[in-house]
């Protein structure tokens, strides 16, 4: 089945606790994107990664790293989390291409929250 | 303002009735719209692709105004299973093929 696979779903951390949240695709897209999504504003872009070792900031990269050493896998990284990171986070993916074709395919989602 | 404006709604809709609904972006340059769906905090699927010269699929019709810039979306013969958040997303500009910019969302609720 082909799918985008985020984990953890759920965790609750402490403020300056380094963690990752793994996102894993089968489908050979190349592009993989992450968003974080609060009440009242919409998904916001973090990061996005073109290809393997081609990434690039989205709107709100501030605290977040991530890495694309391969193609399948697209972790980010929260190196010192703080209680403003508290949120919804999806990973995508999709083909690139036609950009009328630009579909993405969610990972189901993680929420963090950051005490 | 925001790249994306939805109305945040809710619109509350008999079932079987017909809701219609904009999207405005702010770039005169994007190159392409998306309607997304969402149910309650899960995972965003695609509606459908919106193309310049307006799509329908089954009861759902998309349709796009470049001279206003914004997008739009409408649902005939409602059913309770539309109940979600509809996302506007945009493309943007030839800068960056990557960057998408999504709305904060239209609520609809369908009654029966």
């Known amino acids: 089945e082909a799918q985008v696979t985020q984990n953890p779903r759920y965790l609750i951390t402490v403020t300056g606790k380094k963690l990752t949240v793994t996102c894993s695709q089968n489908m050979n897209h190349e592009y993989m994107s992450w968003y974080r999504q609060d009440p009242g504003l919409g998904l916001r872009q973090i990061y996005y990664s073109m290809n393997v070792e081609v990434t690039d900031k989205g709107d709100v990269p501030e605290g977040y790293k991530v890495s694309r050493k391969e193609k399948r896998n697209f972790p980010l990284i929260l190196e010192s989390p703080s209680p403003n990171q508290t949120s919804l986070y999806f990973c995508?993916?999709?083909?690139?291409?036609?950009?009328?074709?630009?579909?993405?395919?969610f990972g189901a989602g993680t929420r963090l929250s950051v005490l | 303002r925001k790249e994306v404006e939805q109305d945040p709604g809710p619109f509350n809709v008999p079932e079987g009735a017909t809701v219609a609904f904009n999207c405005t972006y702010s770039n005169s340059a994007s190159q392409s719209f998306f309607w997304y769906r969402q149910d309650c905090r899960k995972e965003p699927k695609l509606l459908m692709s919106v193309y310049s010269s307006g799509n329908e699929d089954g009861r759902f019709t998309a349709q796009l105004n470049r001279a206003s810039q914004y997008i739009s979306l409408l649902i005939r013969d409602s059913k309770l299973s539309d109940s979600a958040t509809y996302l506007c997303?945009?493309?943007?500009?030839?800068?960056?093929?990557?960057?998408?910019?999504f709305g904060a969302g239209t609520q609809v609720v369908v009654t029966p």
């Open positions: 997303v945009v493309n943007r500009a030839t800068d960056s093929w990557g960057k998408l910019q």
């Open positions: 995508a993916s999709s083909l690139i291409g036609d950009r009328a074709k630009n579909i993405q395919y």
